[in-house]
């Protein structure tokens, strides 16, 4: 397998299993995978009009949110005064990514290390890794987070993964857990009773099995998220009249390096590992 340049102006590369399975990405937009093509079916949403505006954040895709997941309540940097403030998701979604494939040529990887920037909002070294694997129908990810300080080093990390749908209403989520946190009104309700509020839009957040799924009626499409613990919270987020759904796996909630509920904790010179997969499902 090769990385090719796709579109210079753009800044995209193309990780190509054949004509009818690929995945596009920008590293200089946050290591995001643009597109993933799978079995000749778009899997992904994108704002491609959007996207061309780099002021704003991208709709689409799947973009990485580290080090936190949401936005923190609090007005200050959690790390004092000499810090700035982390924006929601963190900065990993706005920075410029390196990227190489991998030892057997199978894998891309993408990886992202301590800067000039990064030290104005989170005062540690660390290499975030993410080896990306493209199969037919299936797309793994494992992600090693480094800590190079010789102090312990807080992460939260997350996906934003943009699926394109038919449309909202052709939706079905299998399995949820019974309650969720509504999270823009920030109480615990009814995941069914949240999710049918979908076409004017949800943003709710579960503590799964380790496992998210939805099927598309009209597309006759089921996709998997698998994204065992400690990756195994669900954020659902909707944004009508978009034809996309957010099936998003976090690690921890909002507010974690604040709260310190859920907040991963790494040792100087360790590691944390993650995995997850999303696998596509014909139903027809």
Known sequence: MQIKLFNKEQGIYIFQLDQKNYIKFCPERGGVITNWVSDGNEILYLDSERFLDKTKSIRGGIPILFPICGNLNTSNSVFGKDYLQLMQHGFARDLDWQY?????????????????????????????????????????????????????????????PYFKVSDLKNLDFIDNPLNCQNQKRNFISNTLDELRNINSGVDILMYTSGKSVFRDKFLKRQVTLNHPYPFDIGVIWSEPPRRMICLEPWTSPRNSFVDGFRNIMIPSNHRQKFDASILIKSLK
């Open 100 to 160: 190489h494939l991998s030892a057997s040529e199978k894998s891309l990887c993408l990886i992202l290390n301590e800067s000039k920037t990064t030290k104005k909002y989170y005062p540690f070294d660390f290499e975030l890794r993410i080896e990306v694997t493209l199969k037919i129908n299936c797309l793994k990810f494992e992600i090693t987070i480094l800590n190079k300080t010789e102090t312990i080093m807080p992460v939260n990390f997350g996906f934003h």
